[in-house]
């Protein structure tokens, strides 16, 4: 179904929400996360990597379990990705003090150091992306997604019933 909606002036109209919101979106989100890995190779992070790692960076000695809630991550991902977190030396898996069969994630100082090295790193690569772009703006784009994200959170629960 083809469906035009009308934007503040007459002139600008979108074809489909599907083609100028769903595959825009998409379209930017791919160009986003690929220049961001390309640029977080000199930290030999990916961003799947570095989202677990900075969660971790505020949320120091959690179970894979709590971890993989925080950061949105699938069991079998999040372990993939604290494998290679592991190896890289990270962070460390030690068996949970209160229940032997848990297992604790946390980072390492070599972690935590490469963390302060990434957050500047990256608020300076959002700002050139983010250049042009009014405050105002990007509080809208913020309200925008984080409707659209309540709202697919609504629709998934709805289905469940």
């Known amino acids: ?14 074809e489909s929400y599907d083609q100028d919101i769903g595959m825009l979106t998409n379209k930017i989100n791919k160009k986003l996360l690929h220049y961001l890995n390309s640029r977080l190779v000199k930290f030999h992070l990916t961003t799947e990597q570095w989202a677990v790692l900075m969660k971790l960076s505020k949320k120091d000695k959690i179970s894979q379990k709590q971890l993989a809630e925080i950061s949105t991550k699938d ?3 999040l372990t993939r990705i604290i494998d290679i977190l592991e190896r890289k030396n990270f962070i ?10 848990s297992i604790v994630i946390h980072i390492t100082d070599e972690g935590l150091s490469t963390c302060k090295k990434v957050i500047p790193f990256l608020e ?21 997604f984080l409707q659209i994200n ?8 709805e289905r469940k019933d």
């Open 1 to 14: 179904m083809m469906q035009q909606v009308i934007r503040g002036d007459d002139k600008n109209m979108f």
């Open 150 to 157: 309540e709202n697919i959170d609504d629709l998934q629960e």
């Open 124 to 144: 300076e690569i959002f700002n050139d992306i983010l250049k042009g772009i009014s405050h105002e703006k990007l509080e809208i784009f913020n309200r925008v």
């Open 92 to 101: 460390e898996r030690h068996q949970s003090k209160e229940d032997r069969r």
């Open 75 to 77: 069991q079998s991902t």
